[in-house]
């Protein structure tokens, strides 16, 4: 069983780098790594070129800035794995755990496995106002999508998302920004298949490190949900 780790990357030159390297280092099944430069304009396309080109199975170059969903919809024609795993080229989310995911999808548990970086943990374990603020609306962003979508979520819009080519091959992606996690949840929902969730580790980054997901990507997230449970198909 092949695994194919598709990488949005967008002006992460401090990260990208150390990513690639933690999942050449931890991850010894068959694998292919697609890297996608969404038009990086603080020179993380220029060390991808010089350092990073060559650890990875294939790099694709955005002339312009798509977002993580156009980043996704560009990976799908290189993919050759039996499985799909999202992986954001930061460093708030671990390599190491795609065992998981892998293992739950084993064990038959659903042919589509999420990471919940809540699960089995204190919702609001972190000091930080701004990430207890965002935990809070990813808790109730949850709370909607396991309304519309009629699944059991504790962490809808993890990054981890981890389906068989066979579901992801039955879907037609849309959107282009981060409404790409509402809108692969709600179709996934719509095939009539339930999500199963593993715990993961989660290293937040704030804002000025970085972070990119805004309070209007949350809003904007509910309306994809009902957009493509109620009136697109």
């Known amino acids: 069983m092949k695994l194919s780790i598709v990488i949005p990357c967008f ?7 150390e990513l690639i390297n933690k999942i050449i280092s931890n991850i010894y099944f068959p694998k292919e790594i697609i890297l996608i430069d969404d038009c990086s304009t603080d020179g993380t396309r220029e060390l991808i070129k010089e350092k990073i ?13 798509l977002g993580k969903g156009g980043c996704i919809k560009s990976s799908i024609p290189f993919i050759t794995g039996d499985l799909i795993i999202i992986q954001d080229a930061d460093l708030e989310y671990s390599p190491k755990d795609y065992l998981k995911l892998i ?11 999420y990471g919940s970086r ?3 943990k204190k919702r609001y374990f972190l000091k930080n106002f701004s990430s ?19 699944q059991n979520l504790t962490d809808a819009h993890t990054c981890y998302k981890l389906f068989s080519k066979e579901v992801l091959y039955k879907i037609l992606l849309k959107e282009n920004d981060f409404s790409f996690c509402p809108e692969i949840t709600v ?13 993961i580790s989660y ?23 009902f957009k493509y449970r109620y009136f697109v198909k």
């Open 132 to 150: 207890i603020y965002r935990i809070f609306f990813n808790h109730v962003l949850s709370l909607i999508t396991n309304i519309i979508c009629h």
């Open 187 to 199: 179709k996934i929902s719509n095939l009539g298949i339930k999500i199963w969730e593993v715990p």
């Open 203 to 225: 290293s937040g980054r704030d804002y000025k490190d970085g972070k990119k997901i805004k309070l209007i990507d949350g809003l904007k997230a509910v309306y994809v949900l």
């Open 118 to 120: 809540v699960l089995g």
């Open 53 to 65: 080109e060559k650890l990875v199975d294939k790099v694709i170059y955005h002339k312009k800035n």
């Open 11 to 17: 002006n992460e030159k401090n990260t990208v780098q």
């Open 103 to 113: 293992n739950a999808f084993k064990d038959n548990k659903s042919k589509v496995i």
